[in-house]
């Protein structure tokens, strides 16, 4: 079964300074990840996907993830924080659930930025 | 296009009243979900409905019910509504052979 745990449920960090936020992910299969950023009192738009091409990802507003196989994690950087990327970003995995796939979500982590 | 769109956008009901989540998309997608979030859990599956005419449960369909109108439309119904259904409410679809999923801008739901 496929499952993914994020390792922080908030980051905070100052305008200017890199942002790391962690996931770790378990399939049994090579899994197509994705993570997506959700802004106050908005819906869920796809920051990046991971589909077993280049191993990093590059998405939009200068993020990037890294996929790692031997330590099977995911995780979303930028190298430099605005205060626009104050947001909660979901790490997603694809996976068969009740024969058809599904995304299965992270719990979140909220990015804090501040001035 | 307006992509997945979602009414009503706050719902306010007594527990035990009835109430439709409405969903459309015009992307000509295969494929629609509906997901609730709550705080700390991420977004869980209720139903999905992987081509018109077809439904599914997910991981917690109990006191709900899912109607696929048509390739457009997917609507989710509270026929009692309980506290425990606060919650927001997200639809969303997706083409066939993909994976990647478009979401609405959220139903949130109040039950008194």
């Known amino acids: 079964a496929q499952s993914v745990t994020q390792l922080d449920s908030h980051v905070s960090v100052s305008e200017g300074t890199p942002v790391l936020l962690r996931c770790n992910y378990s399939s049994s299969y090579s899994p197509s990840l994705f993570w997506y950023v959700q802004h106050p009192n908005k819906g869920l738009q796809l920051l990046l996907k991971?589909?077993?091409?280049?191993?990093l990802v590059k998405g939009i507003n200068g993020f990037e993830a890294e996929f790692k196989k031997s330590e099977t994690s995911f995780h979303l950087t930028k190298p430099s924080a605005h205060m626009s990327d104050a947001a909660e970003y979901f790490c997603v995995v694809s996976g068969v659930r009740g024969g058809y796939n599904k995304l299965i979500f992270g719990a979140g982590t909220r990015l804090a930025v501040h001035p | 296009n307006a992509g997945v769109t979602q009414t009503p956008k706050f719902q306010v009901l007594k527990t035990g009243q009835s109430m439709t989540l409405q969903c459309a998309q015009d992307m000509n997608h295969n494929s629609m979900y509906w997901y609730r979030q709550d705080p700390g859990m991420g977004l869980r599956l209720i139903y999905y409905s992987a081509s018109e005419g077809t439904t599914d449960k997910g991981e917690v369909p109990n006191g709900y019910n899912v109607s696929r109108l048509n390739k457009r439309e997917f609507s989710l119904r509270l026929e009692s509504a309980a506290p425990s259904q606060t919650s927001v409410y997200f639809c969303?679809?997706?083409?066939?052979?993909?994976?990647?999923?478009?979401f609405g801008p959220g139903t949130r739901l109040l039950v008194l």
């Open positions: 969303a679809s997706k083409w066939g052979g993909e994976e990647t999923q478009y």
């Open positions: 991971y589909t077993s091409a280049a191993t």
